[in-house]
């Protein structure tokens, strides 16, 4: 099946680009935790400080050195048990992956929903704001053509309308949307056209591309 380049098919893989563009950071989060989960090793972190925000427990911590040679502090938060515990101990467990001490979950911690409300919600607004713009777009005045022949396959041509060089005549290529005795419809990309066909008959298919010649008329 060959896929028409329009205008139309531009904003879609634009919208299609720009959900691919929002999600795929949290796509990315959920897949570095499933990883940790199967193949993360369980070492034992130094706590290095904790905070009480409210209801929220918070540790800093540091992995040991053959783990993470820079010896960052990294924070979770992480339930009151968990927080308890290490508070006594001044140790937490936490499974890493080999190599990369950044991609870690700590024993206990607390995943915020607040990312997965957030990218549900502008993906949603993308979503039907994206939808809105492929099937408005940004439209150009109807023009109406007499037709100076029959509507012929256009098969591979990129849709649009535009004047004969060698004649007084504007030739449009586009889908064809709807067709009748006396005319038919031919979306172009960026507007429509709507086409006398003054007699003319056609074996053109709705939705097939199709190529017509003719004077403009309005």
Known sequence: MNLRWTAR???????VVM????TLPLVSTLVTRARVERSGVDVTATVVETLRNGDAYLLGFRFPEEIDPDQRTYSAEVERESYDAATGSQEITVRVLEGRPEAHLVDG????????????VVDAIVLLVGLWWVRVGRRR???RLRADGPLQPAADEPPGLARRPDADLYEAVGTLLSTGDAEAVLDVGDRRVVVALDGHTHA??????????GALIG
């Open 9 to 15: 098919t531009r904003r879609l893989t634009f919208v």
């Open 19 to 22: 959900l691919v563009v929002l």
């Open 109 to 120: 911690e607390i995943h915020s929903r607040a990312p997965y409300y957030f990218v549900a």
């Open 141 to 143: 005045p109807t023009v």
């Open 204 to 213: 053109i298919d709705l939705g097939s591309p199709a190529r017509v010649r």
